[in-house]
């Protein structure tokens, strides 16, 4: 069990997306292994939610679509603690419709958060990092950004985004050390993949449908995501970079 290891011990970590979902299992997971972990999320009062659960966390408020308000997110975490060892870009929304009933204003919004998010988060931590001449990140993509799905054109556009992303940026880091990779999720039973089955005309066909779609014949669970970016950002993981590793029970393997 992860809370028997203490892999991340003295180490600072970052997670976007912390207040709920794979984000808040990460959260925990980190924080369960050694680490103080710093827990943003658009909402506030989610992030501060989480952050009052574990033993040494601190809560904030990001937009990860602004550069400037992560930059000075990943500066407070450096002045206040010295360090940053690993980032986890997992803030993400999602958008069900077709191609031709996106407006650009919503694609633009989702590759603002998903895509330009990571950007901004990659950008600014790893000055901090190269410096060191060690760190960790982990974004959070999706079997989406491996495979298309139907009426999701921006969301898969986004997270292929980010797998060719984790794959450039981990060749520019890592002759300083710095190891870069991504997790594609299956379905996983998080708030954000609910509140998408409640909207729906049918929720339980929607979430049978989704259930049964999958080859292990169930959703993932936060905290499977959470092992897997907890093994990509830890020691164990060290000669691994630039992979885009799917947590998805089976469907990219079809």
């Known amino acids: 069990m992860g809370a028997a290891l203490r892999r991340f011990e003295g ?85 069900g419709a077709p191609v031709w009933e996106t407006g650009p204003d919503q694609w633009a919004r989702v590759l603002a958060v998903n895509l330009t998010g990571a950007f901004n988060g990659c950008r600014s931590v ?21 495979v ?18 984790t794959k450039a940026v981990a060749m520019d880091a ?11 999720p299956a379905f996983t039973d998080t708030p954000l993949v609910e509140a998408w089955v409640r909207a729906q005309p049918d929720p339980a066909a929607a979430r049978q449908e989704v259930e049964s779609g999958q080859p292990v014949g169930r959703m993932g669970r936060p905290e499977e995501i959470a092992a897997a970016i907890a093994y990509l950002a830890s020691a164990e993981a060290s000669f691994v970079t630039g992979v885009a590793l799917p947590v998805d029970g089976g469907v990219t393997a079809r």
């Open 148 to 165: 298309g799905w139907p009426g999701q054109s921006a969301y898969c556009a986004s997270k292929a985004g980010i797998v060719g992303l």
């Open 11 to 95: 180490s600072v970590a970052l997670v976007t997306g912390g207040g709920s979902g794979i984000g808040q299992a990460t959260c925990e997971r980190l924080a369960a292994e050694g680490a103080r972990v710093w827990v943003a999320d658009l909402d506030e009062a989610a992030a501060e939610r989480v952050a009052g659960s574990l033993p040494c966390a601190a809560g904030r408020e990001v937009d990860v679509s602004d550069a400037d308000q992560v930059e000075l997110l990943i500066q407070e975490v450096i002045e206040t603690d010295g360090r940053l060892d690993v980032l986890i870009n997992n803030a993400g929304i999602t958008l």
């Open 174 to 184: 890592a002759p300083y050390g710095v190891r870069v990779n991504c997790v594609c």
């Open 126 to 146: 790893l000055r901090h990092m190269i410096g060191r001449r060690r760190g960790a990140i982990v974004n959070t993509a999706s079997d989406a950004g491996l």
